[in-house]
Nanobody, 118 residues
Framework: QVHVVESGGGLVQAGGSLRLSCADP???????????MAWYRQSPGNLREMVAV???????DYADSVKGRFTISRDNARKRVYLQMNNLTPEDTGVYYC?????????WGQGTQVTVSS
């Protein structure tokens, strides 16, 4: 069973930064290394959209709207993934969800709220 735990959301002014964290607390390192970890976000009235992805092979991908501002990274020692968000704008406001893809199955967290004030 995959348990997805997110943290790090909050309220920040435009131009500020936040770091989100995601992990499955019970995962072992060998399994974590094979997971694809991704962040999505959803704002009111909009579909959930991919923000950033970190693959097991070390690749990353980003939505065009966050390129150059957001960075996804993996910490193997802590078996978690981070999303560093810089130069935030009000358009970044939404609920951010972590998705862990393991053995072909997608597992979602409960989401963490990010609010950027102008």
């Amino acid at each position: 069973q995959v348990h997805v735990v997110e943290s790090g959301g909050g309220l920040v002014q435009a131009g500020g930064s936040l770091r989100l964290s995601c992990a499955d607390p019970r995962v072992i390192l060998s399994v974590f290394r094979s997971d694809t970890m991704a962040w999505y976000r959803q704002s009111p009235g909009n579909l959930r959209e991919m923000v950033a992805v970190s693959t097991s092979g070390g690749g990353t991908d980003y939505a065009d709207s966050v390129k150059g501002r957001f960075t996804i990274s993996r910490d193997n020692a802590r078996k978690r993934v981070y999303l560093q968000m810089n130069n935030l704008t009000p358009e970044d406001t939404g609920v951010y969800y972590c998705k862990i893809t393991r053995r072909g199955s997608d597992n979602w967290g409960q989401g963490t709220q990010v609010t950027v004030s102008s």
